[in-house]
């Protein structure tokens, strides 16, 4: 009875503090100026680095700030920290923290606090344990000064310190830098532009967040990640609104101020109503598609039946698919995104081949005897479903032999970590896409990764192509990265990791009416600057 | 009548025992891994695994079992593992929006079907009866998401009379709740209005085609009199059954009324729970909706004793 009585209870508690608490105060004070804005996904953790979802990042940077943070051009600037020293064997990098930084609870930020938050996401992040790989000590100096200590010239520190999208490498306080990093921190006290409600927090519906009135922007204007970060609303509430209609609707209806990812095929009406705008989002195109391959099961063991998939691939057939618009889309035949410093389309001649009677011509060739071909088709994405379904056309037109596994895209995410054959509950190919800023340079883009058992899903496995990626990250000029980041297309090309099937934008919708200042950038959705009108 | 009702409470455990049973296995001999989901697209092997420990997911079925039971039997129904909140917390969370629109949607669906169904008995086999029963088709027929986009394009884009979506709980005032459920509660209401009055309709032509109902018009009863007190009070155990079904189908199969309303309640958190393999949620959830249909169940057995006589227990 009493056990029976405290599942009572708790539903009670909860219910009660629904009531009385949260919902009593969730009402916005008087005169607030209140951002309302529909989002992607709800707010699931606290812990921006506990997973890799976009929407982590998405209140990481509200509630935490970041030692640097790209520009519109994608250069790193320097954000918490004011000064910074680089030696000259550029194995020594010697920061100092603005002045004035303090966390929400009121304490100031020290490199005590940098020093554990580095660590912590220095073991989650690949593109973190890729640098702190060459990281031989952190040092504090002082309370605001710290120096990083390289064992090599690795050349890729700042970017991967102003690193976006997800996994950012904000600074939290120390107590909960020290959290094990595969338990999640359970506070949200950063020293960001805003602060977290907790008790305002529903998982699955809303998520508020208040002004930093303590925050101390810098001098620079906005640009990107970097230059000034003005909190000029009182509030903001994150809304998760399932249904892409009723997410249309709310905003034309004016009930929301903000609709960060509307579904492509509501734009052409959203970009008709009054005093609604639809823009870009970034100068980088936020996504890119991609068909990976299973190295590790015939016939896609060889690099011949891994070439022959090019032929199945016409971009254009998936982006009119899942975009729709040329406006949003384009065709980019490079491993790293189209439109960035280290793009290169070289090889593009094979790869934008679309042949399918080739395909199979040179999948026989390499080996292949009809046996069933496992793809792991999602059934749940907006973007992946569809892409999945022209894929799968494709090579069906091809006369391929089609296994299509129709699963959610949770299965398909569980799925695809198992190395077994397919016929054994493993997987040849799946599709899915990634962000643009995940793939800004080799070292990044952590799907160029041939390292056999190392390598992400997939496993590919290529000598050369890994010590291309390593000798990127150590190059001394731009030019000279961009002399490598061709060699590793030519090497990609060959090798094919994974098969581009375009890249596009996914455009943000916003009342015009009711808001300004919108801070267009690429990978992420950031909130500081925007001001209410009226 | 009490040795009954503890009884059946008694019978409860068992069937709770069996649902738990079942959703534990349901869950995780279904495909998908919230630890995969968890580490993203970058994790090598070694970081799923590794959150798997973390969450206890690479324990042998068995011993998770035990362990979730353990925890059960001291009243905690785990914790979620993506927001790291008690699942009891987040069921109280969304209990009132769902106790709310389930509420307005009974209210809609009964206030309407019965006397529709006791029309369209009374004048059965005329034009208001076929109209009835037309409209009790188009009820069943047309789906929850269609009448619910239909009703706020015409209300709130068009009229602007009421919100697009969202729920406002009580504490901010009875007229704002009601606002937000109105919409709901017609789309959602519409489909058991329909089930309701033909149930209504159906139980009441038996009644009326009884001696003791033709004695009472014999006695020149008024018409209304032989219908709502002689007629719809025997016809009431098949109705009120069929109502007593609706709400414990209401409690948990409200998902497509909240996702296009926006009604952030136990439908919903069901279906993000599951989508994002939230185990504790989904089973916490499961096993309060089994305990509020077994009580439901009980109660409308109950029920019969007050609406006829010659039910004895």
């Known amino acids: 009875m009493g056990r029976t009585k405290s599942v009572f209870r708790g539903v009670l508690l909860g219910s009660v503090s629904a009531l009385f608490l ?41 509630v935490y700030d970041t030692l640097f943070g790209v520009d519109d051009e994608l250069v790193p600037k320097p954000q918490m920290v004011g000064d910074y020293k680089i030696s000259d064997d550029r194995k020594t990098y010697t920061f100092t923290l603005r002045e004035g930084l303090k966390f929400h609870d ?15 996401w220095g073991a989650k992040d690949q593109a973190a344990r890729a640098m702190m790989g060459y990281v031989s000590a952190l040092e504090k100096v002082d309370e605001r000064t710290f120096r990083m200590v390289l064992t090599e010239p690795y050349g890729l520190v700042l970017d991967t310190l102003g690193k976006t999208g997800t996994m950012v490498p904000i600074i939290m306080r120390e107590k909960d830098a020290k959290t094990e990093g595969n338990a999640q921190v359970t506070e949200a006290i950063g020293s960001g532009p805003f602060r977290m409600l907790k008790e305002q927090w529903v998982p699955g519906s809303k998520t508020v967040y208040v002004k930093n009135a303590d925050y101390v922007p810098r001098k620079e204007a906005p640009s990107g990640f970097s230059g000034a970060k003005v909190p000029r609303v009182d509030r903001i509430e994150l809304l998760w609104i399932a249904d892409a209609q009723t997410r249309m609707q709310a905003l034309i209806a004016g009930e929301i101020d903000f609709l960060e990812q509307p579904s492509v095929d509501f734009v052409p009406i959203l970009e008709q109503t009054p005093n609604v705008k639809v823009i870009r989002t970034g100068s980088v195109d936020s996504h890119w598609g991609t068909i990976r391959i299973n190295h590790l099961h015939p016939p896609f063991d060889k690099p011949e039946a891994r070439q022959a998939l090019y032929h199945l691939v016409k971009q254009e057939d998936f982006l009119q698919t899942i975009v729709g618009n040329p406006q949003y889309y384009r065709v980019c035949y490079s491993f790293i995104t189209c439109g960035t410093a280290y793009a290169d389309e070289t090889g593009k001649e094979q790869v934008g081949d679309y042949n399918p009677k080739k395909a199979l011509e040179k999948l026989k060739a390499a080996g292949y005897k009809n046996e069933p071909i496992s793809v792991l088709a999602a059934t749940d994405h907006h973007t992946i479903t569809p892409a999945s379904q022209v894929l799968l056309a494709s090579m069906r037109a091809a006369g391929i032999n089609v296994d299509a596994v129709s699963i959610d895209w949770g299965s398909v995410v569980a799925r695809r970590a198992k190395r077994e054959k397919p016929e054994a509950g493993g997987w040849n190919i799946f599709v899915t896409t990634s962000s643009g800023v995940s793939s800004l340079n080799p070292a990044l883009n952590t799907w160029l990764g041939a390292g056999c058992e190392k390598a992400n899903v997939g496993w590919p496995c290529d000598e050369e192509l890994d010590r291309l990626r390593a000798q990127f990250a150590f190059a001394g000029s731009v030019e000279e990265r961009k002399q490598i980041a061709r060699k590793i297309q030519e090497r990609a090309v060959h090798v094919v990791p994974y098969i581009i099937f375009g890249q596009w934008t996914q455009p943000l919708a916003y009342r015009s009416d009711k808001i300004d200042g919108i801070v267009p950038v690429t990978g992420t959705t950031v909130f500081w600057n925007i001001a209410k009108k009226g | 009548m009490g040795a009954y009702i503890v009884r059946r409470l008694l019978a409860t455990f068992p069937v709770m025992a069996v649902v738990a049973v079942f959703v534990f296995l349901l869950l995780r001999l279904a495909p998908g891994d919230p630890a995969a989901l968890i580490a993203g697209d970058d994790a090598t092997s070694a970081d799923i695994d590794a959150i798997r420990a973390k969450l206890g997911l690479d324990l042998p079925i068995w011993e998770q079992f035990v362990l979730w039971i353990a925890d059960i039997l001291r009243g905690d129904l785990g914790v979620s593992i993506f927001s790291n909140l008690p699942v009891t917390v987040l069921i109280g969370q969304r209990l009132e929006p769902t106790l709310m629109l389930m509420l307005a949607t009974l209210f809609v669906a009964v206030t309407l079907a019965i006397p529709l169904g006791v029309l369209a008995a009374w004048k059965a086999r005329t034009a208001i009866d076929r109209i009835v029963m037309v409209f009790s088709v188009l009820g069943f027929a047309v789906p929850v998401f269609l009448a619910g986009y239909v009703l706020i394009y015409v209300f709130s ?15 901010q005032g009875l007229w704002p709740c009601l606002q937000g459920l109105i919409l709901p509660a017609i789309a959602l209401g519409t489909t058991y209005m329909a089930l309701i009055a033909r149930i209504t309709r159906a139980s009441m032509l038996e009644v009326l085609a009884q001696d003791y109902i033709r004695t009472a018009n014999a006695k020149g009863l008024a018409t209304r009199r032989v219908l709502l007190l002689h007629a719809l009070k025997n016809a009431s155990v098949p109705i009120v059954t069929v109502i007593g079904i609706g709400i414990a189908l209401l409690i948990s199969g409200v998902v497509i009324t909240e996702t296009v309303f926006n009604i952030p309640g136990l439908g919903r958190l069901t279906v993000d729970a599951v989508l994002k393999r939230d185990y504790p949620i989904v089973q916490g959830l499961i096993l309060v909706f089994a305990g509020v249909k077994v009580l439901i169940n009980l109660m409308i057995d109950l029920s019969y004793v007050f609406l006829d006589p010659r039910i004895r227990y």
């Open chain 1, 106 to 120: 009121g304490t100031p930020v020290t490199t005590n606090d940098v020093i554990a938050s580095l660590k912590r």
């Open chain 1, 22 to 62: 949260v919902h009593a105060a969730a009402t916005p004070a008087s005169g607030e100026s209140v951002l309302r804005a529909s989002m992607h996904a709800d707010v699931r953790t606290l812990d921006p680095h506990w997973t890799t979802q976009t929407i982590a990042g998405i209140h990481g940077m509200l």
């Open chain 2, 157 to 171: 884009i068009q009229l602007r009379w009421l919100p697009v979506q969202g729920y406002r709980p009580l504490a």
